[in-house]
T-cell receptor, first 114, second 113 residues
Framework: SQQGEEDPQALSIQEGENATMNCSYK?????LQWYRQNSGRGLVHLIL?????REKHSGRLRVTLDTSKKSSSLLITASRAADTASYFC??????????????FGQGTILTVHP | DAGITQSPRYKITETGRQVTLMCHQT?????MFWYRQDLGHGLRLIYY???????DKGEVPDGYVVSRSKTENFPLTLESATRSQTSVYFC????????????FGPGTRLTVL
């Protein structure tokens, strides 16, 4: 079963608006990562947040992590049409056998209209 | 700098045939992974490898075989393809250091008729 559950499954916004995607997970983690996938392409890493961090920024991206609620959110500010893609959260679960392995959520499809 | 490549990009085969999907990386990263992506399931890990000659099962390994005789190559073989193995397959790699990220290939779209 998937570790991460993402919400919403699809999001449609206008250019310039902010987009927020949420991810929940079930077990303790070492870190949580967000990836982006353009249609027909492989995944590209966006940002990583460690389990002892609460917030991280990278350009127009802001990620928060609440380990007590086992949830994370990805905020894209001032969205652009080029941000249209699928966004996935992925967790590296705590525990020796999980090192280097990621468990992915089902993704949020973001559509940004010009 | 080629990075990580997959071949073929598209493959159509018939039920019962053996199919091998290739993955090659130029970084000498220790860890390599095979995922399949299906609607409604996201990405699911099939097999992974921590180093040459070290492989282990992921979430959905049945019907698949992997090998890793060289660090840079990680082929995935479907020994007897079934229609349920129709999917998009992604290979990924990572150095395996703390807080490292995974780098993905462009994917192989496999159709089993």
């Amino acid at each position: 079963s998937q570790q991460g559950e993402e919400d919403p499954q699809a999001l449609s916004i206008q250019e310039g608006e902010n987009a927020t995607m949420n991810c929940s997970y079930k077990t303790s983690i070492n870190n949580l990562q967000w990836y982006r996938q353009n249609s027909g392409r492989g995944l590209v890493h966006l940002i990583l947040i460690r389990s002892n961090e609460r917030e991280k920024h990278s350009g127009r991206l802001r990620v928060t992590l609440d380990t007590s609620k086992k949830s994370s959110s990805l905020l894209i500010t001032a969205s652009r049409a080029a941000d249209t893609a699928s966004y996935f959260c992925a967790t590296e679960n705590a525990g020796g056998t999980s090192y280097g392995k990621l468990t992915f959520g089902q993704g949020t499809i973001l559509t940004v209209h010009p | 700098d080629a990075g990580i490549t997959q071949s073929p990009r598209y493959k159509i085969t018939e039920t019962g045939r053996q199919v091998t999907l290739m993955c090659h990386q130029t970084w000498s990263h220790s860890y390599m992974f095979w995922y399949r992506q299906d609607l409604g399931h996201g990405l699911r890990l099939i097999y992974y490898s921590a180093a040459a000659d070290i492989t282990d099962k992921g979430e959905v390994p049945d019907g698949y075989v992997v090998s890793r005789s060289k660090t840079e190559n990680f082929p995935l073989t479907l020994e007897s393809a079934t229609r349920s193995q129709t999917s998009v397959y992604f290979c990924a790699c990572t150095q395996g250091l703390a807080l490292d990220t995974q780098y993905f290939g462009p994917g192989t779209r496999l159709t089993v008729l």
